[in-house]
């Protein structure tokens, strides 16, 4: 997918992880991936005007429009976007839990989780209002496993800390975590899952 801003926008903001601040970065190089027709990746190579750090950025371009989705930082330190096979409401929920992170919103973050939790309770049409009982629904579908379980019903829990005021403030490893644990669910449910589907179909066929 080419780009013909390229050539022209030679700046971008960032959120700098060494000076953990805002701050304006010189494009040094970037580079194109698509496997056919659809979603295609960038990967932008910046240097902090601040610093001189390197930081390594991928966006996702949707076609037709060759609108960019927003930077996510791929190095140092943080996770790559997620996979394309996770719907993509919940991708912009998830992601916006990550921009909440990288500002230090840890509270937003673990709201933004919850949002996610619900979303994937959407997503296999359940109809409860409550998340709690939704959650158990899937569970008794045979949806999400015991673990599984166990690990939303923390999230759950986690999120109405963060939607009420309660006076505790949400810590920064809490929110990692929940980022961690969220991103790891929906790369079971819609990664992994699908891939031991096409294995065991390639399996039967054979």
Same mark, same amino acid.
């Given at each position: 997918?080419?780009?013909?801003?390229?050539?022209?926008?030679?700046?971008?903001?960032?959120?700098?992880?060494?000076?953990?601040?805002?701050?304006?970065? @010189?494009?040094? #190089?970037?580079?194109?991936?698509?496997?056919?027709?659809?979603?295609?990746?960038?990967?932008?190579?910046?240097?902090?005007?601040?610093? #001189?750090?390197?930081?390594?950025?991928?966006?996702?371009?949707?076609?037709?429009?060759?609108?960019?989705?927003?930077?996510?930082?791929?190095?140092?330190? @943080?996770?790559?976007?997620?996979?394309?096979?996770?719907?993509?409401?919940?991708?912009?929920?998830?992601?916006?839990?990550?921009?909440?992170?990288?500002?230090?919103?840890?509270?937003?973050?673990?709201?933004?989780?919850?949002?996610?939790?619900?979303?994937?309770?959407?997503?296999?049409?359940? @109809?409860?209002?409550?998340?709690?009982?939704? &959650?158990?629904?899937?569970?008794?579908? #045979?949806?999400?496993?015991?673990?599984?379980?166990?690990?939303?019903?923390?999230?759950?829990?986690?999120?109405?800390? #963060?939607?009420?005021? @309660?006076?505790?403030?949400?810590?920064?490893?809490?929110?990692?975590?929940?980022?961690?644990?969220?991103?790891?669910? &929906?790369?079971?449910?819609?990664?992994?899952?699908?891939?031991?589907?096409?294995?065991?179909?390639?399996?039967?066929?054979?």
């Amino acid at each position: 997918m080419s780009d013909p801003w390229d050539q022209q926008i030679s700046k971008e903001h960032i959120l700098c992880p060494y000076c953990d601040k805002s701050s304006i970065a @010189t494009i040094q #190089g970037r580079t194109y991936h698509s496997e056919g027709e659809g979603d295609a990746t960038r990967l932008s190579l910046m240097q902090c005007d601040e610093c #001189g750090g390197s930081v390594l950025f991928s966006q996702t371009g949707y076609e037709p429009d060759d609108a960019w989705s927003s930077l996510i930082r791929v190095w140092p330190g @943080t996770a790559g976007p997620l996979s394309a096979a996770v719907p993509a409401p919940l991708r912009a929920e998830h992601l916006e839990g990550r921009k909440c992170f990288d500002a230090k919103a840890y509270t937003a973050v673990v709201v933004m989780v919850r949002r996610t939790l619900e979303g994937v309770c959407k997503e296999h049409g359940i @109809t409860e209002k409550v998340l709690g009982r939704a &959650l158990q629904k899937m569970h008794a579908d #045979g949806l999400i496993d015991g673990r599984l379980f166990e690990w939303a019903q923390e999230l759950r829990a986690l999120g109405n800390e #963060g939607a009420h005021n @309660t006076g505790r403030p949400v810590s920064r490893e809490d929110a990692a975590d929940a980022l961690a644990l969220c991103e790891a669910m &929906l790369d079971y449910m819609y990664v992994l899952t699908a891939k031991f589907n096409e294995f065991k179909q390639r399996r039967s066929a054979r």
